[in-house]
């Protein structure tokens, strides 16, 4: 396997190369996705919606990424 295209090392984290961030970048589209479309998904919808709500709340604004 050849060298990462992303290799930078940070102190007191170590390491982050390129899988870290296509990792972080899946994760977080994901984590978007279901934020945005959890009104269509039977299983989490109603729960979060609740979690919505109150996170609306608590940021004093309509959140939408």
Do not use: C, E
């Amino acid at each position: 396997m050849g060298k990462p295209l992303i290799n930078i090392n940070v102190p007191k984290v170590g390491r982050i190369t390129t899988q870290d961030v296509l990792r972080f970048t899946f994760l977080a589209l994901g984590v978007a996705a279901v934020w945005n479309y959890s009104d269509r998904l039977p299983v989490v919808g109603p729960t979060l919606g609740k979690a919505k709500a109150f996170v609306r709340k608590a940021v004093g604004a309509r959140v939408t990424i």
